[in-house]
């Protein structure tokens, strides 16, 4: 998206998305969205503010570099604005986090989506993710789709 300013995340972000993430992704989102997942993974996450309004969030992304798999950069959570869905802040988002990763030696990205998420599942898919279906992943009754794919994401369709 021409005119997006991409930037590591902040502890001092937290409160803006605090303030509509549960409105952004249409659901209360918890403790998955916690002052700490800021300070701690801030600097591997993207800040997406559009250039005429740079103080206000239009996206952001929390992701790392897994321990268990120094390959895999995994993506904690993303949400967009929903007015701006559809323009590419999403996909920059991903872009970004996947030049750092790929740069620290990752050669693969993964993030999750619930089962009736449709939205999540075609934004993953036209990324060139592949999914599969994991039953209770996260928990009972916490059934997710596992989406994978090779690094750099800039490559995608």
């Known amino acids: 998206m021409e005119g997006l300013l991409l930037r590591p995340v902040t502890g001092d972000d937290f409160a803006a998305a605090r303030a509509v993430a549960d409105d952004w992704f249409g659901h209360p989102v918890g403790l998955t969205m916690h002052r700490l997942f800021f300070e701690q993974l801030g600097p591997s996450g993207v800040f997406a503010a559009r250039a005429a309004e740079p103080d206000r969030m239009a996206g952001v992304l929390l992701g790392l570099r897994s321990e ?3 390959d895999l950069a995994y993506i904690h959570f993303h949400m967009v604005d929903p007015a701006l869905r559809g323009t590419g802040v999403g996909r920059a988002l991903y872009v970004a986090f996947g030049e750092r990763m790929h740069a620290r030696g990752c050669t693969r990205v993964r993030a999750l989506a619930g089962p009736g998420n449709t939205g999540s599942r075609r934004f993953h898919e036209a990324l060139g993710f592949t999914g599969t279906f994991r039953e209770r992943y996260v928990g ?10 090779a690094l750099p994401v800039a490559d995608a369709r």
């Open 140 to 149: 009972p009754g916490q059934d997710r789709i596992v989406f994978e794919r």
């Open 68 to 70: 268990a798999e120094p």
